[in-house]
């Protein structure tokens, strides 16, 4: 899915507030649009260009693949 930050951000605080704790439960109040593969297939390596960090040790390991890159 492919969304903009900001409108997304209150959307999810509202969630939030709600107590609606589920990662979809925003995404009837934002627009978003489903990206297949053949869009994606341009873009190189998916695995950097969505690596998700949750962790402060995922985030490390994404600043340290950030770093390689530059």
Known sequence: AVYRRQPCL???DAALAAG?????SFYDQVRV???GAEEL???GDL?????NANTP????QAEKMLA???
């Open 47 to 51: 695995s950097l260009t969505f690596f």
């Open 10 to 12: 209150s959307a999810v």
């Open 57 to 60: 040790e995922e985030l490390a």
């Open 68 to 70: 390689a890159l530059e």
């Open 41 to 43: 297939a341009g873009l």
């Open 20 to 24: 609606q704790k589920r990662m979809i």
């Open 33 to 35: 649009r489903e990206v």
